[in-house]
């Protein structure tokens, strides 16, 4: 008799398994994109704007330029060995500058040219606009 139970329990647990999978089809929701692109007229760049959600999880973190300062780890050199920052300009958003480094004093780049002095430029999450930006990808 516990044998019959057994198989009945079975056939009752498949058969909620399979009525189960008869059932509507769940609401596909459209998902925003991390980061979209923007080109900038003009220039081969484009500016890279993130979702708040992929910000956090790049941990984005920034500097605010001092001078003809920024530090090293804002640096980031292309394929053709030219060296560039990301600039902040707007929340979420993210620009390519061009920069010309005259030295390096340990963890700051001195430039030869400077930025505006306003300018707040990315040190951690470099890498991984640049690849968003340029299409790299693993």
């Not at 979209?36 to 984005?60: F, H, M």
């Not at 300018?119 to 693993?138: I, Q």
Request: hydrophobic residues 45%; charged residues 20%.
């Amino acid at each position: 008799m516990k044998h019959i139970n057994r198989w009945a329990i079975v056939l009752l647990v498949l058969a909620g398994l399979l009525l189960s999978a008869c059932g509507p089809a769940s609401e596909t929701v459209e998902k925003e994109p991390p980061s979209k692109l923007e080109p900038i007229d003009g220039t081969d760049l484009s500016r890279v704007i993130l979702t708040q959600k992929a910000a956090e999880r790049l941990d984005i973190q920034t500097f605010p330029v001092n001078g003809m300062e920024v530090p090293y780890a804002a640096i980031i050199y292309d394929i053709e060995g030219k060296t560039w920052v990301y600039t902040n300009p707007q929340p979420l958003t993210f620009v390519r500058a061009p920069i010309v480094i005259d030295r390096i004093e340990g963890d700051m780049v001195i430039l030869a040219e400077g930025l505006d002095p306003d300018t707040t430029v990315v040190t951690v999450g470099v890498a991984e606009l640049y690849g968003t930006e340029t299409g790299v990808s693993k």
